[in-house]
């Protein structure tokens, strides 16, 4: 996985969504490999060198990668990676536009560097599903009741019940009814989120320098094993590694 490191040029940039993860640092070279959420790298000093899953060298601005599809990435200079999970509704949108590896022009991508250091991470999304002419994500229906549970799930210690019928019964809902309402407010399955929001949390744990044990706990993994399984799943990169660059780029 091409895992930026801290940025000699601008303070480092790490930005959470429900539906997305931005990242921002200077560049490297990845060794070929898959993971499982749509992942976008944009090179903001200079051109990516790529192969894709036909193992065909390119060169680009920006590149965008379904899921489980693999890649080897090259860049110099600072880059910015923008992951996805593969669930929710921006990833319908963006199936629907990308079937496959997409190659963006400097014209496409300028708009996206434009807005990196600007615009919150849900617009660069909107502006990246402009760029590629999706359709626009599905509307969000709010509902009280899940709104209530969000707010637990965000508050609630690393060692919370976040099981079906309990979080069924704070909103007030039967299971199977729970989980229709929650997708359709949320825009994403209840399970997909929660391992998110757990990521999330160790995620900026880890970036803060915490050891993997302790940002585990901290984000509710049974324990460090099972983060490290999850994280590998999603970006292709263990929590040990992400530790590793942010003790170099602090003790730098």
Do not use: N
């Not at 539906?19 to 060794?31: D, I, K, N």
């Not at 990668?65 to 990435?73: C, F, G, K, L, S």
């Amino acid at each position: 996985m091409l895992l930026p490191r801290a940025s000699t040029r601008r303070a480092p940039l790490a930005r959470a969504w429900d539906e997305a993860l931005l990242v921002r640092g200077e560049g490297g070279r990845s060794t070929r490999h898959a993971h499982h959420w749509w992942h976008l790298v944009i090179g903001l000093d200079a051109p990516l060198r790529a192969s894709g899953p036909d193992g065909v060298e390119l060169e680009a601005r920006a590149i965008l990668t379904p899921p489980d599809v693999a890649h080897a990435i090259t860049a110099s200079g600072e880059i910015a990676l923008l992951y996805v999970e593969p669930e929710g509704r921006i990833a319908a949108c963006l199936r629907a536009a990308c079937p496959d590896v997409r190659v963006l022009s400097d014209r496409e991508a300028e708009p996206l560097v434009d807005a990196l250091d600007r615009e919150p991470t849900e617009a660069v999304m909107a502006l990246l599903l402009e760029v590629l002419g999706a359709p626009e994500p599905a509307p969000i229906r709010a509902h009280p009741a899940i709104a209530k549970v969000l707010r637990h799930l965000e508050q609630a210690p690393s060692d919370a019940d976040v099981s079906l019928d309990t979080l069924a019964a704070l909103a007030g809902l039967s299971s199977s009814r729970f989980l229709h309402a929650f997708t359709e407010h949320v825009g994403l399955p209840l399970r997909p989120y929660v391992r998110w929001l757990r990521v999330r949390r160790a995620a900026g744990m880890l970036l803060g320098g915490a050891p993997a044990s302790e940002a585990a706990h901290g984000a509710g993994f049974a324990d460090a094993a099972h983060m490290s399984r999850t994280f590998r799943e999603m970006f292709g990169v263990t929590p040990s590694e992400i530790a590793r660059r942010s003790q170099s780029v602090q003790s730098g």
